[in-house]
């Protein structure tokens, strides 16, 4: 059995969120997906996702093999990710895929307790275990 793996914490559920966003509060693999695709969830959190045409694409578009790998580390998600692309990327801005591979290499090195400070490189071994 493969473990789910946050790549961003859930955000919190409340009463005046749209459908797609309630969704998401309780969905980490497509919140997942919208977060290494979606960059001003960093700033903007659920709202990003109002009316959102990425957040109802990976909504509606979602499959169990796309899902199964977005329990994976984000750079295994990544080999697997042209395979499942045009299942739900058929809307989304043409350089998203630059911004996807980028967010999910900063995921990645948050999941493995890298840090830079400069020229120097921390590596977190607990966290990484």
């Known amino acids: 059995m493969v473990k789910e793996l946050a790549y961003y914490e859930l955000p919190p559920h409340n009463i005046s969120l749209d459908h797609v966003q309630g969704i998401f509060c309780f969905d980490q693999q497509k919140w997942n997906l919208f977060g290494l695709v979606e960059p001003r969830i960093d700033t903007e959190g659920i709202e990003a996702a109002r009316d959102n045409p990425i957040a109802h694409s990976i909504n509606s578009g979602m499959f169990i093999e796309l899902r199964q790998s977005l329990m994976l580390p984000p750079a295994q998600f990544l080999d697997q990710w042209e395979e499942w692309a045009w299942h739900v990327d058929g809307e989304w801005p043409s350089g998203y895929r630059a911004v996807l591979k980028h967010r999910a290499h900063q995921v990645q090195r ?14 977190n071994f607990r966290r990484s275990a």
């Open 110 to 123: 948050k999941l493995l307790g890298v840090t830079e400070v400069g020229n120097v490189i921390s590596v």
